[in-house]
């Protein structure tokens, strides 16, 4: 069914959270399948924790029914809208982790560096408070949360190049500026490998025949990380957790609330990126007047969300990317145009059902992928 009578969301005070947090015997929490959504949720499941109150974490698919009998005396939802909830943080205009970590303070525990990892895959900036709190440091090189660099930008999700999605095409790469034998041990690298690194990962991102002018900016989000969290930079924590969340969301979960897990969500966040890659290389695109398509192959598990994401920043020339697949479909503009609207008039007309924000939008249809793409487009 369609989900255009869904309630918009409505923004609760960091002070607000806490304050239900507080008056709560059992707290609820339900977070968005995203990494921002994931760690905010990590940040006040560890605060709670922290003063001995018991809750339920759980992460919730973009066109899933969240609903779920419990005794919760409080619900919080995180990055996604619930009228029904005690307090909601939804994804703009601050970072879901940001004000997790607000209200987290007023508890007397947050997690800075968690907060700051899931700001750094949110649709919106942390702000220079969080990045002080966390106490971390940029350093030269590129964002991946393995050592091993054949894998680290193989797999990672915060930019699409031509080397994506191989591990033996980045070998290559990484030959051809003298840093083979920095390919599986990265943390041996100085800063001045670190920055010829970066400069081979920009240019060949820029300059791929595919890439767009908006490649060279998004880019930027991948290089000079914050050194620093479980994963070796803050930005390569934030890509596996917004990879745990959309792939494995029990997984994820764990790993936000500090257990060991770290196997498990590398091997989700390899999949995650590996699946998001190849759904890019193999699909057949089309342009249209403000709308970039991107149609994928039927090969199982796509992140449909991610790949709406890289097609956005790496590959449209428009302001709109949008990818189908059988079923399935996910779009994100470059501006807050309202996505989740016109997603939502579209499955309005074809059967279905959609969610998401101004700039990011998923559905599931129940139609082919032309007529799913004619009903987007004049939604849009």
Same mark, same amino acid.
């Given at each position: 069914?369609?989900?255009?009578?869904?309630?918009?969301?409505?923004?609760?005070?960091?002070?607000?959270?806490?304050?239900?947090?507080?008056? @709560?015997?059992?707290?609820?929490?339900?977070?968005? #399948?995203?990494?921002?959504?994931? #760690?905010?949720?990590?940040?006040?499941?560890?605060?709670?924790?922290?003063?001995?109150?018991?809750?339920?974490?759980?992460?919730?698919?973009?066109?899933?029914?969240? &609903?779920?009998?419990?005794?919760?005396?409080?619900?919080?939802?995180?990055?996604?809208?619930?009228?029904?909830?005690?307090?909601?943080?939804?994804?703009?205009?601050?970072?879901?982790?940001?004000?997790?970590?607000?209200?987290?303070? &007023?508890?007397?525990?947050?997690?800075?560096?968690?907060?700051?990892?899931?700001?750094?895959?949110?649709?919106?900036?942390?702000?220079?408070?969080?990045?002080?709190?966390?106490?971390?440091?940029?350093?030269?090189?590129?964002?991946?949360?393995?050592?091993?660099?054949?894998?680290?930008?193989?797999?990672?999700?915060?930019?699409?190049?031509?080397?994506?999605?191989?591990? &033996?095409?980045?070998?290559?790469?990484?030959?051809?500026?003298?840093?083979?034998?920095?390919?599986?041990?990265?943390?041996?690298?100085?800063?001045?490998?670190?920055?010829?690194?970066?400069?081979?990962?920009?240019?060949?991102?820029?300059?791929?025949?595919?890439?767009?002018?908006?490649?060279?900016?998004?880019?930027?989000?991948?290089?000079?990380?914050?050194?620093?969290?479980?994963?070796?930079?803050?930005?390569?924590?934030?890509?596996?957790?917004?990879?745990?969340?959309?792939? !494995?969301?029990?997984?994820?979960?764990?790993?936000?609330?500090?257990?060991?897990?770290?196997?498990?969500?590398?091997?989700?966040?390899?999949?995650?990126?590996?699946?998001?890659?190849?759904?890019?290389?193999?699909?057949?695109?089309?342009?249209?007047?403000?709308?970039?398509?991107?149609?994928?192959?039927?090969?199982?598990?796509?992140?449909?969300?991610?790949?709406?994401?890289?097609?956005?920043?790496?590959?449209?020339?428009?302001?709109?990317?949008?990818?189908?697949?059988?079923?399935?479909?996910?779009?994100?503009?470059?501006?807050?145009?309202?996505?989740?609207?016109?997603?939502? !008039?579209?499955?309005?007309?074809?059967?279905?059902? @959609?969610?998401?924000?101004?700039?990011?939008?998923?559905?599931?249809?129940?139609?082919?992928?032309?007529?799913?793409?004619?009903?987007?487009?004049?939604?849009?």
């Amino acid at each position: 069914m369609s989900t255009a009578d869904r309630p918009r969301e409505k923004a609760s005070a960091a002070s607000d959270v806490a304050a239900v947090c507080r008056d @709560a015997g059992f707290v609820r929490l339900v977070a968005a #399948a995203d990494g921002d959504s994931l #760690a905010a949720t990590g940040v006040l499941a560890r605060a709670l924790a922290a003063t001995d109150r018991p809750f339920q974490a759980s992460v919730v698919a973009p066109t899933a029914d969240p &609903e779920r009998a419990t005794e919760a005396d409080a619900t919080i939802t995180l990055g996604r809208a619930d009228a029904a909830a005690d307090a909601s943080i939804p994804s703009a205009p601050d970072p879901v982790s940001e004000v997790a970590f607000r209200a987290a303070e &007023e508890l007397g525990h947050a997690d800075a560096v968690l907060a700051l990892a899931g700001a750094s895959v949110a649709p919106t900036t942390p702000s220079a408070t969080l990045r002080e709190a966390a106490g971390v440091e940029r350093r030269p090189g590129v964002a991946t949360p393995t050592s091993n660099l054949s894998e680290g930008l193989a797999f990672g999700t915060r930019l699409h190049a031509p080397f994506s999605g191989d591990p &033996e095409t980045v070998r290559a790469a990484l030959a051809d500026c003298n840093l083979m034998l920095a390919a599986e041990d990265a943390d041996a690298m100085d800063d001045d490998d670190r920055r010829r690194l970066a400069s081979m990962v920009a240019l060949r991102t820029v300059g791929d025949a595919d890439a767009t002018e908006r490649a060279a900016e998004s880019v930027e989000d991948a290089l000079r990380p914050h050194a620093g969290g479980p994963f070796g930079t803050v930005e390569g924590y934030g890509d596996v957790l917004d990879a745990a969340a959309r792939e !494995a969301p029990g997984t994820g979960v764990a790993l936000a609330l500090g257990h060991d897990s770290r196997d498990a969500a590398l091997s989700a966040w390899q999949t995650h990126g590996e699946r998001a890659h190849e759904a890019i290389t193999s699909a057949t695109t089309g342009r249209y007047d403000g709308l970039f398509v991107a149609r994928g192959e039927s090969q199982g598990d796509v992140p449909v969300g991610t790949v709406a994401r890289l097609l956005r920043d790496f590959r449209s020339p428009e302001p709109v990317a949008l990818f189908v697949t059988d079923g399935l479909a996910a779009a994100a503009a470059v501006e807050d145009r309202d996505l989740a609207a016109s997603m939502e !008039a579209a499955v309005a007309s074809t059967g279905g059902r @959609a969610a998401g924000t101004g700039r990011r939008a998923q559905a599931s249809f129940e139609t082919d992928t032309a007529a799913f793409i004619e009903a987007f487009r004049g939604a849009l």
